[in-house]
């Protein structure tokens, strides 16, 4: 669908659900790069209403042919609306869910644009100086207040299920094993050796049952440029479990330019940990660390064989699952053999 | 010009640094960006990839034999990259089974295996790495 398209459609869909919306246009929409699990459009909507003209930023997130992550966009949505609001989270507002494809050609849901920020590159984290502690504190803060959000009664705990303290890990494990099993175009001797090992090993139970981001790490947050972070995106991963799985991601060495003094490359990691642990109510435990920091590795390349399957099979054509699919897949698996490897006598 | 390692990181540097930069604001510049990056990297993993298979493969063999196992997958006919692609995925099939089976023994023999086991499977994450590459002028 050509954009002009998308904005005529999307224009009339607004005005048929924004109560009291008429004359509703587009006046400009644009995709923003990076978003290759959902194809993401900052659109400005202008409508008229009873209190007159107005002009409102949208960002639309609609399905694409495949994605780096298969997942449903009601759970991400009911993420969104989980966390708006509490705990001086900086989240967007959830406005539209729509699954018909009829709409726009797909499923998509809308929030409202924030509208300072912008993401940090992982891979050039130092571009974040002179903001580096200030930013490394809300990291960690955010993170450990959507560890302590309310599950029950949530939007997100009516979409998804909720499993007991000491299967969190349990369930993470066999979703991502299978994903990889079920995705990959060559053998993952590395990858297998990994699975078995976090399954003869499980980690203790959650501590608490926790509201899980999923992908929480630097680039999926906005920052003003000058020591805020402005908002937390890209929910898509969502789900009710062990907190320590958000911990483990986001400070994994892919997301942090191999800073192994600060965590997520923001702060020294005893600051950091002092702050979630503030936040999140959680005591932190290096035994369950440890597990979830392995399993991180695991998951990211369940995530990366997927999108080296889409982009092979030509379901999409964005370089990024390429990249994910060689660059990034390579670099955990080098992390996992590395950490694994001594554990059983190599390189001892 | 037969020097496709060179070709493809000329290419891609061009994208990085010429094409990119006049496309940003516009979503296709970030696939120019990305796009110029790996063909820099294709270029370096070009040049080595016969190199990485041959070793992998030998060194998948070489175990496979210490674990006394009967290989039954046949050489590659040729030292195309496809070729010895399809022998390293067998050899690496065989290699999961055998450390799976090395796992549920506990004799000083299995484990030492284990870690050779391991001490390739580190080495071949070593050689897979590509090096990100350096584009000082992309940001000027």
Known sequence: MLETDLAEKFAAYAEAHLPGARNARVDSIHRIHGGASRQTYSIDLAFEDATGPKVKGLILRRDPPDSLIDTERRVEFAAIQSAYGQRDLPVPEALFLETDPSALGAPFFVMGRIESGEPLNPFRIDTVEPHRAAIGEQFFRHLGSIAALPVEGSALAAETETPAADQCWRRELAYWANEIRENALAPQPVAEAAIRHLERNPPPPAQRLSIVHGDYRTGNYLQDGEGTMTAILDWEMAHIGDPYEDLAWATDLLWCGNDEERAAGLLPWPEAIAVWQKASGCTFDPVAFEWWSLFAHVKALGIWVTSEKAFAKGDNDDPILAWSGWFTHSAHELMLAMRLGPKYGAGA | ?140
């Not at chain 2, 493809?8 to 496309?23: F, H, M, S, W, Y």
């Not at chain 2, 493969?57 to 010895?84: F, M, N, W, Y």
């Open chain 2, 1 to 140: 010009m037969s020097n496709i390692g060179m070709i493809l990181d000329r290419i891609g540097r061009k994208l990085v640094t010429e094409v990119a930069p006049k496309l940003e604001g516009d979503y296709s510049g970030g696939h120019a960006a990305m796009s110029g990056l790996m063909s820099v990297m294709a270029g370096e993993a070009w040049d080595n990839a016969a190199d990485r298979l041959v070793n992998e493969i030998a060194g998948l063999r070489g175990l496979l034999a210490l674990g006394g196992k009967t290989v039954t997958i046949e050489e590659s006919p040729s030292l195309k990259i496809s070729d010895l692609t399809v022998e390293r995925d067998a050899l690496a099939r065989d290699l999961i089974a055998l450390q799976k089976s090395l796992e549920a023994r506990e004799d000083d023999e299995a484990k030492d295996l284990n870690a050779k086991v391991w001490m390739h499977l580190m080495a071949t994450a070593i050689a897979r790495m590509p090096s990100p590459p350096d584009f000082p002028d992309a940001d000027e």
